[in-house]
């Protein structure tokens, strides 16, 4: 794989390491390039965001056309089933970390040089060090940092005026009575669980690799069991907020974002020990060298400082680069300023933790069953 970008960076000059020449809006030519591409995506308002940020403004710029493709969520069993048939008509696709895990690991995506292919940041950063926990493999290049984390009423009379401000108030039964919303799996719980019961983020991992860590984690869980309300779907949270009918709630920040700047609901974040996951690019392997030409020069665009913070103003996710967070500004259509809603905001991460993906890629089947039966008892 290497020596298929050394071969492109010769054929033209804007995949040279160490050119910020895409960081601008003045792009040098992509000759040999396939004019159009295929990109698979998720839909919906983080889809728009793409084409807003990245897409309209390279087509302007190179006349490229694009196609675009709403099977992410399933896009392991199809791009599986394409290599299988040996006929790969996507060109890009955008995924989740353990995903991208999976493809890397399969051999369905291109493995690549991040600080070769992907510009420096705008201070000149390399982009392992601009990007640095988002690259979870050697397949995946970023786009944004989403987070797990918790909402809360701010208008509950039994609290006495008082408002939670770390972690561990969610266990706190007595001084922040009421129901809590948790997502009906044992990833992130379990993590929360033991950090509020005494184990390092450090240990957090080696913990729950022992019969014992899991079973302390649900004990602690056991604590709020009975005050628990168990979500599926990402919208239940959010809306069991909004009808009062939990206190607290864990749902990813963007649902909350809308439910507090967009519903106006009198509700608040807390972003203490956010649970980070990422989201951005795989390549498909062994694509023919002209699409392979294009993909590369529209992703060094798409993945630049600016167009990272441009995606910011759709939607409240935060931007994969370190270097593009300072640029967030405002919201395109509410007019409020972002940066304090971003997961990645100096003042929100205070306290995070990064999805284990490996870990949990290898533990989720046996945790989850124990998991469930928990649940049941």
């Known amino acids: 794989m290497r020596l298929r970008h050394l071969l492109m960076a010769a ?24 004019n159009s591409m295929t990109v698979v995506s998720w839909g919906g308002a983080y889809q728009i965001s793409q084409q807003k940020a990245y897409a ?22 199809k791009l599986r089933a394409q290599f299988e048939a040996g006929n790969v008509t996507w060109d890009l696709v955008d995924v989740e970390g353990p995903d991208s895990q999976r493809l890397c690991d399969e051999g369905l995506a291109m493995e690549i040089d ?36 918790f909402g809360y009423r701010t208008d509950i009379a039994e609290w ?22 948790l997502e009906k799996r044992p990833k992130k719980n379990l993590e929360w669980a033991l950090l509020c019961d005494g184990v390092t983020k450090d240990e957090l991992y080696d ?35 909004a009808d009062k009918e939990a206190v607290f ?17 009198p509700v608040a974040m807390l972003w203490d020990y956010e649970v980070f996951d990422f989201d951005g690019w795989i390549v498909p392997a062994d694509l023919p060298e002209d699409r392979l030409a294009r993909v590369m020069h529209f992703l060094r665009f798409a993945t630049d400082t600016q167009r990272l913070a441009d995606q910011a103003a759709y939607i409240s996710y935060g931007p994969a680069r370190a270097s593009s967070q300072p640029l967030v500004g405002q919201h395109a259509v509410l007019g409020i300023e972002m940066a304090p809603h971003m997961p990645t905001n100096p003042e929100n991460m205070k306290n995070y933790l990064v999805n284990n993906i490996e870990w949990w890629a290898d533990n989720q089947d046996e945790v989850e069953a124990k998991f469930q039966a928990w649940l049941a008892q």
């Open 114 to 149: 991040f600080d070769e292919v992907l510009v420096p940041g705008n201070g000149g950063e390399a982009p392992t060090d601009d990007f640095g926990d988002a690259l979870i493999n050697e397949c995946f290049i970023p786009q944004i940092v989403f987070s797990t984390t």
């Open 207 to 241: 913990v729950l690799s022992t019969p014992e860590g899991v079973d302390k984690a649900l004990a602690k869980l056991g604590t709020i069991k009975g005050q628990t309300i168990w979500w599926s779907a990402g919208a239940e949270a959010p809306q069991l907020l």
């Open 56 to 77: 309209e403004p390279y087509q302007q710029l190179t006349g490229t056309t694009f196609t675009w493709d709403e099977s992410s969520n399933e896009a392991v069993a």
């Open 11 to 34: 054929a033209f000059p804007a995949f040279a390491a160490g050119s910020a020449a895409l960081a601008q809006d003045e792009l040098p030519p992509c000759e040999g390039c396939a």
């Open 160 to 181: 006495n005026g008082e408002v939670p401000t770390q972690l561990c108030d969610i266990f706190d039964l007595e001084k922040f009575p009421g129901k809590r919303a």
């Open 249 to 265: 709630g864990s749902t990813y920040n963007g649902r909350l974002f809308s439910v507090i700047e967009e519903q106006k609901q």
